[in-house]
């Protein structure tokens, strides 16, 4: 089955890619039973012994300055140059942190727990993770910042289905990670990031589960410099 990435952000930014979408809701696709999923010990996917927050803890949050890394637990990480810009995209234990930088200018992105001790200092934007919020910021020189989430109640088949689509996809690209049960269930939350570079652009969609509350938060961002 082969999926589009639609729904969040203009059409131009989906030509061509054809893969999989976790972007399309989960309720509108069949329920399967899930696989068993394991490490395969050559480097594939790991578990590692860490626990996400409750769902209702979360905030997505914008700072205009990098963030110290040590602030936050991370799992897995990539940078990516481009076009003038760089960006480091990074899982962590509540969801995700990006840091784009263009110039002497930097903006950090921020999926986290709203008990986690952030610095207010140079703070853009914040929401709760909760229902659908889009939001955008214009910067000095021409740089634009645009920004979707949704938290998305599920049904417990169609949750674990999702699960099992988000491992096939980060054992293909993105990156992905998948967290210790807590206890709960066998299978813990995961993390998967797919990541859509251009000279000028880049998108980013993002997407945790949270099996305690059958849930997903998905969100899309794209950072994007001026045109010529």
Not at 3 to 13: E, K
Not at 34 to 61: C, H, K, W, Y
Request: hydrophobic fraction near 35%.
């Amino acid at each position: 089955m082969k999926f589009r990435f639609v729904g969040f952000f203009p059409p131009d930014y989906n030509e061509g890619v054809d893969q999989f979408n976790p972007l399309l809701s989960p309720s509108s696709r069949p329920s399967s039973a899930t696989a068993d999923l394991r490490p395969d010990g050559r480097g594939g996917i790991e578990t590692v012994l860490s626990v996400r927050p409750r769902i209702t803890e979360l905030v997505f949050q914008l700072y205009g300055r990098s963030l110290h890394p040590e602030l936050f637990e991370i799992h897995q990480t990539r940078q990516i140059e481009r076009g003038g810009y760089v960006a480091t995209v990074q899982i962590t234990n509540a969801g995700h942190v990006v840091t784009w930088q263009y110039g002497n200018m930097t903006l950090t992105e921020v999926a986290a727990s709203a008990q986690h001790p952030l610095p207010q200092r140079r703070r853009l934007m914040s929401h709760r993770l909760k229902g659908t919020c889009i939001d955008q910021l214009e910067c000095r020189g021409g740089v634009n910042y645009q920004v979707q989430f949704s938290l998305e109640p599920v049904e417990k088949e169609t949750f674990w289905t999702y699960q099992k689509e988000l491992t096939q996809a980060g054992e293909r690209q993105g990156l992905f990670h998948c967290f210790e049960s807590s206890g709960r269930f066998r299978l813990g939350a995961m993390s998967y990031i797919n990541l859509e570079s251009r000279d000028r652009s880049l998108k980013i969609q993002a997407f945790h589960t949270f099996p305690d509350d059958y849930a997903i938060v998905k969100s899309q961002s794209i950072f994007s410099l001026p045109g010529k």
